[in-house]
């Protein structure tokens, strides 16, 4: 989808696709039109609603066309003020296994019950830690998944933080993730560590020494500090 997602888009096929869909769903209101269509020109289900729902809410003077609008038609497809195109539309979102507000919703589940794993993991591994909501209300816009307060050390490199991604570190991701995200944690808290859960591409955990370390899974050889009872601090292996 990806790589042939720019030819889908272009206003030429958005109408081509509206144009179709519209002679097709005269002739038979209730076959699953868009659904066809989309399997014809292999395109994801949700991705040819999302087209021919733009296009047909260009057409209508009430309502304005901006991308909230039609993610909130997307999510709630009474919100459509043609009964078929929302009957059309929500058999779309139906049957789509990875786009579309269903699978967000599941994406945004999955995520969560990951970054709960991890928090266990802190605790269970007795580190002081500052979770995401608490660093936002400390004024930081933009914030790993969780800081440690006392930092500890994987495999040689020192950890300040860890962000969780239940998802698969492929090229493209992880690029994008250490534009937006990655180099913005280590520019203000240091050297960090992300969990890809889903395993990700070698060749990727390439900035080890520049600060980002990457795994997919909780490390087992962490090294943390302890205080004697003589004073000294001693790197303690957990």
Known sequence: ?????????????????????????????????????????????????????????????????????INSMLRDTSLIPDRTLANQVFQCTLNDCCYGPLVDCIKHSIGHEHEVLLREKLLEHQLAFLEEDQLRDKGYDKTPDFILEVPVAVEGHIIHWIESKASFGDESSHRAYLQEQFWSYWNRFGHGLVIYWYGFIEELDCHRDRGILLKDCFPSDIVTLQHTSRGPVLPVAH
């Open 1 to 69: 989808m990806k790589r042939t997602h720019a030819n889908h888009h272009t206003p030429e096929a958005m109408e081509t696709y509206y144009q179709r869909y519209h002679s097709r769903v005269m002739e038979n209101s209730s076959a699953p039109v868009l659904l066809e269509l989309a399997n014809e020109v292999d395109l994801s289900p949700a991705l040819m609603a999302r087209i021919v729902l733009e296009r047909f809410l260009q057409d209508q003077e009430s309502v304005s066309v901006s991308k909230v609008v």
